[in-house]
C-alpha cells in the first residue's frame, strides 16, 4: 500500500532549525515536493526535488530551506533554517506531478503531515 509518513516537526523560536523527514513505502520515489497549510489558508508547495536532483523553492523560503533525497533510503528531507513565525503550518509531503500521484497513491491522497510551529 503505497503512503508517505511526514516525521521531524515541532515548536522552536524564530531563527531556530528543524529537520523534516519524509519517508516513503510502497513505491520508489522519483520527484517529490514539500507543501504546507497554515490555518486558514491553502495548501502550497514551498519545495521540490527531481528525479535528477533539481530544486525549487518557493519565493518564501528561498535561501533558508533545503529539499534533499536519500535514494537508498527512499527519504526526502527539508532542512528548515532562520525559522519564522510565518512557517507555522502542518507540512506534508506528496508528489508534484499530479497525474503520477493519482497513479501511485490515489486521487486526492495526502498523509498525516507534521506540525511545525515557530513561536518565542
Known amino acids: 500500500q503505497p503512503q508517505v509518513a511526514e516525521s521531524g516537526g515541532g515548536k522552536v523560536q524564530p531563527g531556530g532549525s528543524l529537520r523534516l523527514s519524509c519517508s516513503a513505502s510502497?513505491?520508489?520515489?522519483?520527484?517529490m515536493g514539500w507543501y504546507r497549510q497554515a490555518p486558514g489558508k491553502q495548501r502550497e508547495l514551498i519545495a521540490a526535488i527531481r528525479s535528477d536532483g533539481g530544486t525549487h523553492y518557493a519565493d518564501s523560503v528561498q535561501g533558508r530551506f533545503t529539499i534533499s533525497r536519500d535514494n537508498t533510503n527512499n527519504i526526502v528531507y527539508l532542512q528548515m533554517d532562520s525559522l519564522k513565525p510565518e512557517d507555522t503550518a502542518v507540512y506534508y509531503c506528496?508528489?508534484?506531478?499530479?497525474?503520477?500521484?493519482?497513479?501511485?497513491?490515489?486521487?486526492?491522497?495526502w498523509g498525516q503531515g507534521t506540525q511545525v510551529t515557530v513561536s518565542s
Open positions: 510502497g513505491f520508489t520515489i522519483t520527484a
Open positions: 506528496n508528489d508534484p506531478l499530479l497525474k503520477r500521484r493519482i497513479e501511485i497513491m490515489g486521487d486526492g491522497y
